[in-house]
């Protein structure tokens, strides 16, 4: 069977958003669903599997049923009795976004609970991508099980992109995260780091720092820097491509995900790495142009296209 599809790892939780009085809007949203509901829109033809765990309560049926009605699958993922996704409200300052999570006993911490189910998740996938979320969420076994069932899958062909998306409160110490982000990017073709995260992390000075230092480890490396230029890096050579800059943005949630998503679109579209830069710089500035972390799949698809 040809490998087509594109999988995300990761956990969706329940978003509540667009706050206005006692009001909250209820949606879904996560890092790497976030890329995968871009990706989806823009890779037409393309089975799209999002890969966790989920619970059996009301929420997670509805989440469930929510990615169907959009074409995303669910593969072999484990639905675990009395278990419920996590949950994240999203409160506003202007454009900026602040979080507040309710999600230390998340269904998707046990994704990599049945490791056959995993790896059958991720069979015949031309794209498979995971975060550092993805990683933070799991206990050391079970990110042991979660990057061996990589690595088969890219043993296999699939193409794999990695996002360390460092949040300090998800990891024990500081160490652990650097130790297990390494490990992801061992296994890793594509590399999209966020400038501030490898900072704050690794002690980067620059963008050309973290790409220097990623070099060695990952083929293909895209340095996002918020409305900054990003910097690629393939091959020992650099090149930094202009963001789009958004006079009144919206809602930054949700930017870096979607950016990544149109990449990766245009990558496994045949594009060069500058060009598919600059196709995710219009997407990410339509994003933050919409409220909650998913914009419309024709607002996407009009950026994507230009």
């Not at 594109?6 to 939780?13: D, K, N, P």
């Not at 995900?257 to 196709?279: E, I, K, M, Q």
């Not at 142009?289 to 996407?300: K, S, Y």
Request: aromatic residues 8%; charged residues 20%; glycine residues 10%.
């Amino acid at each position: 069977m040809e490998a087509n599809g594109i999988a995300s790892i990761g956990e969706c939780m329940i978003e509540l958003s667009g706050q206005a009085g006692p009001n909250w809007r209820m949606g879904f949203a996560g890092d790497t669903f976030n890329t995968l509901w871009a990706l989806h829109a823009l890779s037409p033809g393309r089975p799209a599997t999002f890969v966790s765990a989920f619970g059996d309560d009301p929420f997670s049926r509805d989440q469930i049923d929510f990615f169907a009605r959009n074409g995303i699958g669910i593969g072999n993922s484990p639905v675990i009795a009395g278990a419920r996704p996590g949950l994240y409200a999203i409160t506003l300052t202007g454009a900026e976004r602040a979080f507040t999570y309710w999600r230390s006993d998340a269904a998707a911490r046990q994704l990599a609970s049945d490791p056959a189910a995993l790896a059958k998740s991720l069979e015949n996938q031309a794209l498979v991508y995971f975060s550092g979320i993805t990683l933070a969420i799991l206990d050391e076994a079970a990110r042991k099980a979660l990057l061996a069932a990589v690595a088969t899958a890219r043993a296999a062909g699939s193409l794999v992109a990695f996002d360390p998306n460092y949040r300090p409160r998800l990891w024990p110490g500081r160490e652990t995260a650097q130790a297990a982000i390494l490990e992801a990017l061992a296994i890793a073709d594509i590399a999209l780091p966020t400038f501030p995260d490898e900072q704050m992390l690794f002690g980067d000075e620059t963008s050309q720092a973290t790409a220097e230092r990623l070099g060695p480890l990952v083929a293909e490396v895209v340095v996002k820097n918020g409305e900054q230029p990003a910097l690629i890096g393939v091959g020992g050579r650099s090149e930094t491509v202009d963001a789009v800059h958004v006079a009144t943005p919206v809602d930054t949630t949700g930017a870096g995900d979607s950016f990544n998503g149109g990449y990766l679109a245009a990558r496994l579209a045949g594009d060069a790495p500058a060009d598919a830069v600059r196709r995710a710089h219009r997407v990410a500035a339509a994003v933050v142009q919409v409220r909650g972390a998913l914009a419309p799949f024709e607002t996407l698809r009009a950026a994507f296209d230009g």
